[in-house]
């Protein structure tokens, strides 16, 4: 949850990176919220069932602009530009391509974006 709101804190943070585990633990959290958002609209009566749709609605498009900023974050992590993120677009390959540069291990050290978000332990491997 500490992630999810460190997320949320650098709302539209665009510069700099994001580790693997703040990138993977926002985009968890976000799709446990969302879908018990989406489950109570669809199982609740008319009423309060529209009320939930609403705030799914309202979750999703309140998150977008940080959801982009992190997967940014996250792409600068390995040195590679905000800009692969449209590589999704691409039928069939591009969301795989994008999936790899999401899920591969960050840039040891400084890169060009900054410095690494991951603190090394001195003993660490």
């Given at each position: 949850m500490n992630e999810f709101m460190t997320v949320?804190?650098?709302?539209?943070?665009?510069?700099g990176r994001a580790g693997r585990r703040e990138y993977w633990m926002f985009y968890l959290v976000y799709l446990v919220i969302y879908a018990a958002l989406a489950i109570a609209s669809a199982i609740l009566p008319d009423a309060l069932g529209s009320v939930f749709g609403i705030l799914v609605l309202v979750f999703a498009v309140g998150l977008l602009i940080p959801s982009i900023a992190v997967g940014i974050r996250r792409l600068h992590d390995s040195d590679h530009s905000g800009w692969w993120l449209l590589i999704a677009l691409i039928p069939l390959i591009g969301i795989f391509w994008l999936l790899y540069l999401l899920i591969i291990e960050g840039t040891p050290g400084s890169n060009r974006f900054?410095?690494?978000?991951?603190a090394l332990l001195p003993n660490s491997v």
């Amino acid at each position: 949850m500490n992630e999810f709101m460190t997320v949320i804190k650098n709302y539209a943070g665009f510069s700099g990176r994001a580790g693997r585990r703040e990138y993977w633990m926002f985009y968890l959290v976000y799709l446990v919220i969302y879908a018990a958002l989406a489950i109570a609209s669809a199982i609740l009566p008319d009423a309060l069932g529209s009320v939930f749709g609403i705030l799914v609605l309202v979750f999703a498009v309140g998150l977008l602009i940080p959801s982009i900023a992190v997967g940014i974050r996250r792409l600068h992590d390995s040195d590679h530009s905000g800009w692969w993120l449209l590589i999704a677009l691409i039928p069939l390959i591009g969301i795989f391509w994008l999936l790899y540069l999401l899920i591969i291990e960050g840039t040891p050290g400084s890169n060009r974006f900054g410095a690494s978000p991951v603190a090394l332990l001195p003993n660490s491997v």
